[in-house]
């Protein structure tokens, strides 16, 4: 017996597999959206709501559709913050663009103002988009651990925060204030 699963009218089976994690699937359906399949109904529905407060945000996949176990989203052309840092050198304008996603965070509402690297994508024009928010409203925090914790493994921990410090000083002190 053979079993086609189908999501939104979409056959997986004949779509190019992205990856996968601790969440569900993903699958391209072109080059403009993918299919983010998950385990869990209530993760699923966490993302949603997490995507739909970030529409208007230019740092955060546009949200196409929905079912109870999957959404379709717009798919990011780009290579994961981790890597691209482990390929190029840390820039002042990736300095900023971190900083800008990290304000993106907070301008929509999330109480997790951080993300793992690998959620984080830079693209070939970049532009540096969040592509996992499903957790974003799980728990506060104020200072971005997972990012300073790439950036420290990858030895750009020390040009990070001195480039807040010397470009946002009121967030670079509230980064200090929120570690105690």
Wanted: aromatic content about 12%; hydrophobic content about 40%.
């Amino acid at each position: 017996m053979i079993i086609i699963k189908k999501y939104s009218n979409l056959d997986i089976d004949n779509l190019e597999f992205l990856g996968s994690g601790t969440q569900g699937k993903v699958y391209k359906i072109d080059s403009q959206k993918c299919i983010k399949i998950f385990k869990k109904k209530q993760i699923c529905s966490d993302e949603i709501e997490t995507l739909v407060m970030a529409q208007m945000d230019l740092h955060f996949p546009r949200l196409y559709a929905f079912g109870e176990n999957y959404i379709i989203r717009e798919y990011i052309d780009g290579v994961e913050l981790d890597k691209y840092l482990s390929s190029n050198p840390l820039s002042e304008n990736i300095f900023q663009k971190i900083i800008e996603l990290y304000e993106a965070l907070d301008s929509v509402g999330y109480n997790r103002l951080d993300a793992a690297s690998f959620h984080i994508f830079i693209t070939s024009l970049d532009e540096i988009k969040l592509i996992d928010t499903a957790r974003a409203m799980k728990k506060r925090t104020i200072y971005p651990a997972l990012i300073i914790e790439c950036l420290s493994d990858l030895g750009y921990k020390k040009d990070f925060l001195n480039f807040v410090k010397y470009n946002k000083p009121e967030l670079y002190k509230k980064w200090l204030r929120s570690k105690k």
